[in-house]
């Protein structure tokens, strides 16, 4: 009737995954980390780190962060890896410390690369073009209350 299948060595699985897992890291995982750690040195050789840090000091001093935690949560908007590539950056070099990578976390999680998920999700699903604003509204509020959370409990 059907043709039987072969079960694989659990050897052989492991190994399977762990060729994809290896694929995606070089493929996805380190190109966008090492993006984030570009951006964070162009920023700051250009001054431009300190002139966005100033200009959002005031929003972020809400959340009791640093205006340059703002790159961070810019950086996880376009893609999650990259948010989190930029938050080690910047604490590499001093100028965010565990506390603001605390607070920061949820929102580079409920942002994760909101504007690439537009091509890939929205775009495929047929979701209309008025739709965009609400539902990237929604999780720019979920990522703001997460940080207010964090902020309270940290």
Not at 37 to 62: E, F, N, Q, T, W
């Amino acid at each position: 009737m059907g043709a039987k299948t072969e079960k694989k060595m659990v050897t052989e699985v492991f190994i399977e995954g762990a060729r994809k897992g290896l694929k995606i890291g070089t493929s996805s995982i380190i190109p966008n980390i090492l993006m984030a750690y570009v951006l964070i040195s162009v920023l700051k050789i250009s001054g431009l780190l300190d002139v966005l840090s100033r200009i959002l000091d005031p929003l972020m001093a809400v959340f009791t962060l640093p205006g340059a935690a703002a790159t961070v949560i810019l950086s996880a908007w376009m893609g999650t890896a990259g948010g989190v590539g930029v938050a080690v950056g910047l604490f590499t070099e001093g100028l965010l410390d565990a506390h603001d990578i605390m607070i920061l976390t949820p929102a580079i999680f409920l942002l994760g690369a909101q504007i690439q998920y537009i091509g890939r999700v929205l775009n495929v699903a047929g979701v209309k073009n008025r739709h965009y604003l609400p539902l990237l509204a929604i999780s720019i509020i979920n990522a703001m209350l997460g940080m207010l959370v964090m902020r309270i409990f940290v």
